[in-house]
């Protein structure tokens, strides 16, 4: 059983940062594809950032992809997701996912491909 425990969100002005954890347990997924979503109040849950095992394949939201980096640490079974300039339209619930399956290591944008979740982190940006 894959357990994904995100931390990090929490209250921020515009214009600062933060730096979003998930730590997995339970497996290793060390060649599993992992990403971040978020979703905001009312609306569809979208992708922000996805990661292959070695990081040499990164997807990112058009929107984000100036000021967001994911990275992993596999050897602590780890992915980060380093925000900057945060803005108050970033403001949503985030989440740290995992491909399983047979495409366990491709990158997706569709959160239905995704087999594990976290519970979500909460980021909130004050204008």
């Known amino acids: 059983q894959v357990q994904l425990v995100e931390s990090g969100g929490g209250l921020v002005q515009a214009g600062g940062s933060l730096r979003l954890s998930c730590a997995a347990s339970?497996?290793?997924?060390?060649?599993?594809?992992m990403a971040w979503f978020r979703q905001a109040p009312g609306k569809e849950r979208v992708l922000v950032a996805a990661?292959?095992?070695?990081?040499?394949?990164?997807d990112y939201l058009d929107s984000v992809k100036d000021r967001v980096t994911i990275s992993r640490n596999n050897a602590e079974n780890t992915v980060y997701l380093q925000m900057g300039n945060l803005k108050a339209e970033d403001t949503a619930v985030y989440y740290c996912?995992?491909?399983?399956?047979?495409?366990?290591?491709?990158?997706?944008?569709?959160?239905?491909?995704?087999?594990?979740w976290g519970l979500g982190t909460q980021v909130t940006v004050s204008s």
């Open positions: 996912a995992a491909r399983g399956g047979t495409d366990y290591f491709t990158l997706s944008r569709e959160a239905s491909d995704y087999m594990y």
């Open positions: 339970g497996r290793t997924l060390y060649h599993n594809a």
């Open positions: 990661i292959n095992w070695n990081g040499g394949k990164i």
